[in-house]
């Protein structure tokens, strides 16, 4: 409960279902935020000009999910909490600093495979405010490439390589952590909705 706290020290006009609201926003915002960060370090691996190109589109899409996010946050009369046990940092803590461009790669479709699901289950719940439909359906709309062109760089590095299986097995591996660090943090959500 120390974020929600938190949300209540900054503005303790905020009813307790909005600071719910805007801690969840702000793991979604910390998310995408840290999840850029996978991208600049296949920015310094990828270098043939097709990848950069994607990169920057695909790093400008995961900064402008972070603002939209944001943006939400501020319409609820908040600003962004500080997040330092969310999605990525948990899965780094487990998975290490990859530095093999394939295994970058798999990291990155686990991790955007996981940003869908996410988005497309908070979009099938009763009474998700319009707003926050709007930001999900825009957010989910991206994901999708984001997760194809990774996976197709990555099983062609694989395949280039020699070994096309090592793709698979890196994917195996971080979705094992994935389920992992996403249990505990359902987990961690349903303490503060108390269902
Ligand atoms: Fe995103
Ligand atoms: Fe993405």
């Known amino acids: ?16 279902a909005t600071a719910r609201e805007i801690l969840v926003y702000s793991y979604y915002r910390d998310a995408e935020m840290r999840g850029s960060n996978l991208l600049y370090r296949l920015l ?8 950069q190109v994607n990169l920057s589109e695909h790093l400008a899409d995961e900064t402008r999910h972070a603002w939209l996010w944001t943006e939400r946050i501020r319409e609820l ?8 046990d969310g999605y990525q940092v948990r899965i ?13 790669l798999a990291l990155t ?11 497309q289950e908070h979009l099938k719940r009763d009474d998700v405010p319009e707003r926050t439909r709007e930001v999900l359906r825009q957010v989910t709309k ?15 590095l694989a395949k ?7 793709f698979d097995e890196a994917l195996a591996r971080f979705r094992a952590i994935d389920r992992e660090v ?10 503060w909705f108390g269902a």
């Open 160 to 166: 280039e390589a020699g070994t096309p299986e090592r």
């Open 109 to 119: 479709v686990v991790v955007e495979q996981r940003a869908l699901l996410r988005y």
């Open 92 to 104: 780094g803590k487990r998975a290490g600093r990859p530095r093999r461009p394939l295994e970058l």
């Open 44 to 51: 310094r691996v990828l270098e043939d000009a097709e990848s």
């Open 1 to 16: 409960m120390e974020a929600l706290d938190h949300i209540g020290t900054v503005r303790d006009d905020v009813d307790p």
């Open 77 to 84: 009369g908040g600003t962004p909490v500080k997040i330092e």
């Open 142 to 156: 991206d994901e999708g490439w984001h997760v194809d062109w990774i996976r197709q760089e990555g099983r062609k």
């Open 182 to 191: 996403f249990a505990e943090l359902e987990e961690k959500e349903r303490s």
